[in-house]
């Protein structure tokens, strides 16, 4: 990299023009990337936590649970490669926005305790923000911190 030159007086100095952040910076990407964990996988981790209040909460029986969490499952393993290709071709902290984004709006529909079809929309939705953008994202920006 090219420095910069000074001109003072009669002498030139040269100042090294430097690409670190500013001291913290990474240590604060890494905590805002840990939250983001936190959040976005929310909805999903939820499951072993929650198992009886969802049951009773959106009235489901056990096979349809199941078949909510198979469909995410199956959604993942389609979006799981794909999301490499994402994190290649855009910004990792545009596709970190977008997936948060994303994953509030859902985890408020949720909220809405919506019914069981609409459950299987959500459940590849949240497969969209966490696997498609997110994980390929963050494993990326991690990679180069």
Not at 120 to 126: H, Q, S, T, W, Y
Request: glycine letters at 8%; charged letters at 15%.
């Amino acid at each position: 990299m090219k420095g910069l030159r000074i001109s003072i007086g009669r002498r030139c100095h040269r100042h090294r023009v430097s690409d670190q952040e500013p001291e913290g910076g990474k240590t604060a990407e890494i905590i805002a990337l840990s939250c983001g964990l936190a959040g976005i996988y929310g909805f999903i981790n939820s499951k072993a936590a929650f198992y009886n209040i969802i049951q009773v909460t959106f009235d489901f029986s056990d096979t349809q649970i199941g078949n909510i969490w198979s469909m995410y499952g199956i959604a993942s393993l389609a979006f799981y490669s794909l999301g490499g290709c994402l994190a290649d071709r855009f910004p990792s902290k545009q596709l970190i926005a977008a997936a948060l984004f994303l994953s509030a709006f859902l985890h408020l529909a949720v909220s809405y305790v919506p019914r069981y079809n609409v459950m299987f929309i959500l459940a590849v939705l949240f497969s969209i923000s966490s696997v498609l953008l997110f994980f390929p994202a963050s494993s990326k920006m991690l990679s180069i911190i």
